[in-house]
């Protein structure tokens, strides 16, 4: 379809089979150079020779285990006393080593990236974190820009029907009347409208499909433009709508970062 960024994780258990894909596109006549890799672990599992960006996940270290990513008996995954610039260091020197060449950091709020900008050696090129319509990031987008950090968005569209969005009551953006009607005028669906706002305020978006002509819709963003009135409606529909709130994983761990509005 002509993507060319490519965001995985240890966590979403598909690296080797990104790494498998990747690998019989280059032997088909695809370059390395021609592809932009971001992950947050393994250039082993990818089997690549360098990662374009490198992202630590989440604030909160997380204790390894036997199983991936262990719960204790009241579901808290198991943390570490680690602070996360002693992590970002750690990271640092995977760039001096030459095999990341950007690193960055996902689900950091504005007091954490204050810190790793003041008390870290290379600067964040980038804060990956969950944004749409209902979650506007609004105060970080403007902190991250101000700095010049890329904020990148996960969860673009709201996760349509999924049981976070329900259970968190933030609802069907792609319902939304604003948004159904905004994309009416435009003959676009409500998920370009979404991913075209995104992109217009310069945040870089990461959809996810795995329906092939969901997959063409998500890309076909770049015929059409959103007007100064459409952009200023779609960011009044910002109301905390946040899906992921790792709630399983640390909410009393000093750094779990939703505390403080993005
Ligand atoms: N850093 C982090 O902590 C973090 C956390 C979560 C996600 N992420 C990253 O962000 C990516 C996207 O986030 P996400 O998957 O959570 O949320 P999302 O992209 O907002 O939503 C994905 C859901 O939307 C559906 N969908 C996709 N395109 C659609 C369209 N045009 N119309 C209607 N429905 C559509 C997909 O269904 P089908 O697949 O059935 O088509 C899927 O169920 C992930 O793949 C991951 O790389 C990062």
């Known amino acids: ?26 032997a088909a006549g695809l370059k390395r150079e021609e592809v932009f890799v971001t992950s947050k672990r393994s250039l082993t ?11 630590m996940h989440f604030p909160v ?27 970002w260091k750690a990271m640092e020197k995977l760039v001096d080593a030459g095999l990341v060449k950007a690193i960055g950091v996902s689900n950091f709020n504005i007091s954490q990236m204050e810190e790793v900008l003041t008390n870290g050696r290379i600067k964040p090129a980038v804060n990956q974190v969950e944004s749409h319509p209902y979650l506007g990031c609004h105060r970080l987008l403007e902190y991250c820009t101000a700095k010049g950090v890329v904020i990148t968005a996960y969860c673009p569209i709201a996760r349509p029907g999924s049981q976070e969005a329900e259970e968190y009551k933030v609802g069907s953006l792609l319902e939304d009347p604003v948004i159904v009607e905004i994309s009416n005028k435009h003959g ?26 969901r997959i063409k819709e998500n890309s076909q963003l770049f015929d059409f433009e959103l007007s100064e009135d459409d952009m200023s409606a779609i960011n009044k529909l910002d109301k905390n709508g946040r899906l992921c709130w790792f709630s399983l994983a640390c909410t009393t761990h000093q750094h779990w970062p939703f505390d403080e509005e993005f």
């Open 45 to 55: 599992d990818l089997g690549l020779d360098y990662l374009d960006l490198y992202l």
């Open 188 to 213: 676009k669906t409500p998920a370009q409208v979404c991913l075209k706002w995104q992109i217009q305020r310069n945040v870089v978006v990461i959809p996810k499909s795995s329906t092939p002509a």
């Open 61 to 87: 270290a997380y204790a390894r285990g036997d199983n991936f990513l262990p719960f204790d008996d009241k579901g808290q995954a198991f943390t570490l006393d680690i602070h996360f610039m002693e992590t």
């Open 1 to 26: 379809m002509g993507y060319r960024h490519i965001d995985t994780a240890e966590y979403y258990r598909n690296e080797k089979e990104i790494g498998q894909a990747l690998h019989e596109t280059f």
